[in-house]
């Protein structure tokens, strides 16, 4: 047995007018994050727990930002696919930790919602899913609005 930790973290820009998606769920909001697909802060950020857990690099190294496939593309799909990754190197996935950094739109309402979906595309039980938010107390560029950050840890096991 053979149990390997992953950290991730992804941020992106806040811009008037797009859509903001956080865990998979497209968030009511007047800004979203700016970014070559659909942005969403928190599925790159365990994808990159993941990837990382499983010595696989990063999501860049695997869904460049220069290639046109993944223009706007859903971080849902990315996230299955590293999934597949890992997985053909026989590792599962035990839980992921994660904590999201905006100042607005509050996410409380939508966490549970996160909860269930993430849980479904890593084939765990929805309390292996932790997810947090917090904000920056106004300060810097989180704490402004300007931008939105994510950070996820994981634990994997190899059998």
């Known amino acids: 047995m053979n149990l390997r930790i992953g950290y991730g973290v992804d941020v992106h820009q806040l811009k008037s007018g797009l859509p903001l998606f956080i865990g998979g769920i497209k968030i009511p909001s007047v800004t979203g994050a700016l970014g070559h697909s659909d942005a969403d802060v928190l599925l790159h950020a365990i994808c990159d727990a993941l990837l990382g857990a499983a010595n696989l690099r990063d999501i860049g190294f695997h869904f460049s930002d220069k290639d046109p496939k993944y223009k706007g593309i859903d971080s849902k799909i990315l996230l299955r696919e590293v ?77």
């Open 83 to 159: 999934l597949s990754l890992i997985e053909k190197k026989n590792y599962r996935v035990i839980n992921i930790d994660s904590t999201v950094v905006l100042e607005n739109p509050k996410l409380n309402p939508f966490i549970s919602e996160m909860q269930v979906l993430i849980a479904s595309i890593l084939k765990i039980d929805v309390d292996a899913v932790s997810i947090k938010a917090t904000t920056h107390e106004q300060v810097d560029s989180f704490g402004e609005g300007k931008a939105i950050k994510a950070y996820a840890v994981c634990l994997l096991l190899n059998e």
